[in-house]
């Protein structure tokens, strides 16, 4: 489900080419590649310190990096144009507690120079009954949903969204996804750097994935899949004669009853054919494609270039 | 400057409820009484009236408690937003950093004017009421209010800066009890102490003056007391403040305020949350 044309423009609005970024002597971002169009949902992975804040906080240009390296929508990160573009949800998001909700995104809509309806945003968000109260009272997910309230201000361009759904439960966490499908439908390009990786699968357009400062991978789920060449497993819960059912398949029987194969997504096919040709003797029968969790722990493991 | 006002008014907020803004305002209002109610002993004996008297001991007191309370109102402006975690998305606001800060000193000030204004009005009215008083003095209160004003102000940059140099609120609220300590009490120890040495030769006669003026504390000081004969008669430091011209104390004022701000601006710019 590519949205990358849905602007019709072949522009992207994040154009990441080869940054590099020094802490000291330690390089914590190492010729980084990234593009981002409209529309796109693109979730980045990576364990602590794999370099995900570090690329968001620079594309915020809340830390110095090389100008020509990033642009948003052709604008220098950091740049009054390219801040006005963008908005951010930070990981552990934290306000001042003596303000309420209504007050704080108040400010924030004059600094955007926005005229946002606060009420209807603050209710979309689920904090209706809360806005006049002060932050101070909030839970750690009202301060995400307050949060989220401040990435919908005046259509960004681009949001940047640090791990959005830690502290929210998981009807809050569908919510937010609803949200984020919002943002992407009106062109917004979104960037969501999670560790929730049963999450990020089915509500992203692609998957990047980091790993000590590299990009180590870039593509749609199908195609990282595909590339990583990871095993598709086929379970079978036999009714007769487990052994002649293992030995048939080239199979490995796991218990009394089932045998495990693992295929390769292509030889799915012509193994299904082969299980519905044995009739009676098959009782039932589990297909396992790869998850995120194997692809993550594939590339962020093995492939590092 | 729209973008200032809208974090002037989230300021103005945070002073009212953590209740900043009524300490500071009765604390004013109970030194300025104390010192009217006070200081109205010496009057007949140097022939002005009670409210210059008054005015002669607020001074003094401004000199201490102004730059305090400016100082305890701004060490947390950058750094309390820093340790809170909430300076970086404020940051990626297309606001600039001087915006930022500027909204926050309109606020700050706006709550010395009211802390001072009320204090110290408190006590004129207060002198008013017990035993009438004087154009001249009146004029003084007027002086002392603006001027405290200022005083705070400057002190509200020199907070900032430390706000935006220390990484904690902690070490931000130690700085500036060390700024206040050398600014109020250690500049002058030491002058006095040069002074003494010098037992009234070259340096007492020509560099002191203005070594003191360029104090901002001290400043203020001269400027008050040179403003009126009311008040010269009524403090010690005569000397030293009519050898120096009468631009030199308001100068030297706005100088530290401009150069604080800059100098507070450039730290916060430098700063990574």
């Not at chain 1, 819960?237 to 796991?254: E, F, K, L, S």
């Amino acid at each position: 489900m590519d949205k990358i044309n849905a602007r019709n423009d072949s522009d992207p609005v994040l154009l990441i080419k080869s940054l590099n970024k020094f802490r000291g002597s330690a390089q914590v971002l190492r010729d980084v590649d990234l593009k981002l169009f409209a529309g796109q949902r693109i979730a980045l992975l990576g364990h602590n310190g794999a370099g995900k804040s570090t690329l968001i906080k620079t594309v915020l240009g809340l830390i110095s990096a090389d100008a020509d390296k990033i642009s948003i929508c052709g604008s220098k990160p950091g740049s009054r144009q390219a801040r006005s573009l963008t908005a951010f949800l930070p990981e552990a998001i934290s306000f001042h507690p003596a303000l309420t909700g209504y007050e704080q995104l108040g400010m924030f809509s004059r600094l955007a120079n926005v005229k946002a309806d606060l009420t209807g945003l603050l209710e979309r968000v689920g904090l209706g009954d809360a806005m006049h109260r002060r932050i101070g009272t909030y839970s750690k997910g009202m301060r995400q949903r307050l949060g989220l309230a401040q990435v919908l201000l005046g259509r960004p361009k681009l949001a940047l969204l640090d791990e959005p759904t830690s502290g929210l439960d998981p009807i809050s966490r569908q919510e937010l996804y609803t949200i984020i499908d919002e943002l992407a439908a009106q062109g917004t390009a979104v960037l969501i750097a999670s560790h929730a990786l049963t999450e990020v699968e089915a509500r992203t357009d692609r998957i990047a994935i980091m790993r000590k400062g590299y990009l180590v991978a870039d593509d749609t789920l199908a195609a990282l899949t595909a590339n990583a060449g990871l095993p598709t497993r086929v379970r079978i819960r036999a009714r007769g004669d487990v052994a002649a059912i293992a030995v048939q398949t080239g199979g490995r029987r796991i218990n009394g009853a089932s045998v495990e194969i693992e295929i390769q997504t292509a030889d799915k096919m012509t193994l299904l054919r082969e299980i519905a040709a044995m009739g009676e003797a098959v009782a039932d029968l589990d297909i396992t494609p790869p998850r995120l969790e194997d692809l993550y722990r594939y590339y962020a493991k093995e492939r590092l270039q | 400057m729209m973008r200032s006002l809208a974090v002037a008014k989230c300021e103005m907020h945070v002073l009212r409820r953590n209740r900043w803004l009524l300490t500071a305002t009765l604390i004013m209002v109970l030194f300025a009484l104390a010192l009217t109610f006070a200081g109205s002993a010496p009057t007949g004996s140097l022939g002005v009236d009670m409210l210059m008297v008054s005015v002669a001991s607020m001074t003094t007191l401004s000199v201490y408690l102004t730059p305090l309370l400016a100082l305890m109102i701004s060490f947390d402006a950058v750094a309390g937003e820093v340790e809170r975690g909430s300076l970086g998305l404020l940051l990626t606001y297309p606001a600039g950093r001087g915006e930022i800060l500027f909204g926050k000193f309109m606020a700050h000030l706006a709550a010395l004017t009211i802390a001072m204004a009320v204090g110290f009005g408190c006590a004129g009215a207060v002198a008013w009421w017990m035993a009438g008083v004087g154009l001249e003095s009146l004029f003084a209160l007027g002086r002392l209010v603006a001027t405290s004003i200022l005083l705070g102000s400057v002190f509200l940059t020199l907070g900032y800066l430390v706000s935006s140099l220390s990484r904690s609120s902690t070490a931000a609220a130690g700085m500036s009890a060390g700024l206040w300590l050398i600014f109020v009490v250690l500049y002058d120890l030491g002058l006095l102490g040069a002074v003494v040495m010098d037992s009234g030769g070259w340096f007492t006669q020509s560099l002191f003056p203005w070594f003191m003026v360029a104090n901002p504390a001290d400043a203020f000081r001269v400027w008050n007391i040179t403003g009126s004969d009311g008040m010269a008669l009524t403090s010690g430091m005569v000397g030293a403040a009519r050898a120096l011209p009468v631009w030199a104390a308001p100068l030297s004022l706005l100088s530290w305020l401009l150069l604080g701000f800059a100098a507070a601006r450039s730290s916060f710019w430098r700063l990574e949350p």
